[in-house]
């Protein structure tokens, strides 16, 4: 499989006093994630296209180059994702799938549609950080452009984005903002 490195050519190494990935964490993640991708079908015991957006690895000194495992990862994701695709449309039909990414996009729109500044949660608690409201919001009316008007927008952008924090009810709560990017890229990967 060439979306991860082999385990020949392993990943480059941060100094030895910069933090990076924890090598063990990966390695393992990874020969677990190429079993799976080369079983050639996706099964109820496979890595999803959802755990390897999810998976996190301990920071460690002298650890793995992240920006090189993220890539590795993203491209791993995007390529679980079609498989997971074609499988639907394989066995439920075309339409199964069309209903699915109508589902997810209906749902996003519905949050993508409320006022700037009202679309998340605030926290509860003042002084727990929190995102941006504006750098949130600039990026959901991107979102929106993308969905309702086809404007063009790399699933890389939403993996990629980063906000100003902002403290307490200032903010938007991060956990919320969060899981609705994780639907976001679901959606962009299941449909490029």
Aim: negative net charge; hydrophobic residues 35%; glycine residues 8%.
């Amino acid at each position: 499989m060439d979306l991860i490195r082999p385990a020949s050519a392993p990943f480059a190494r941060v100094g030895r006093r910069e933090l990076g990935y924890n090598t063990r964490q990966v390695d393992r993640f990874l020969t677990r994630a190429r079993g799976s991708y080369d079983a050639g079908h996706p099964a109820t015991d496979g890595i999803t296209s959802r755990e390897v957006r999810s998976v996190a690895f301990d920071p460690v000194r002298g650890g793995y180059e992240p920006q090189a495992v993220d890539a590795a990862l993203d491209r791993l994701e995007d390529a679980i994702a079609q498989r997971e695709r074609d499988h639907l449309i394989m066995t439920e039909g075309e339409d199964a799938w069309l209903r699915q990414i109508g589902r997810t996009a209906a749902v996003l729109r519905r949050r993508l549609h409320r006022p700037a500044g009202e679309r998340f949660r605030r926290p509860s608690k003042q002084g727990t950080p929190s995102y941006d409201v504006e750098d949130v919001d600039r990026l959901c009316d991107q979102l929106l452009q993308y969905l309702e008007n086809q404007a063009p927008m790399s699933v890389d952008v939403v993996r990629r984005a980063v906000f100003r924090e902002a403290r307490g009810g200032d903010g938007y709560e991060e956990n919320q903002v969060d899981s609705f990017l994780d639907r976001v890229i679901e959606l962009m990967a299941g449909i490029d």
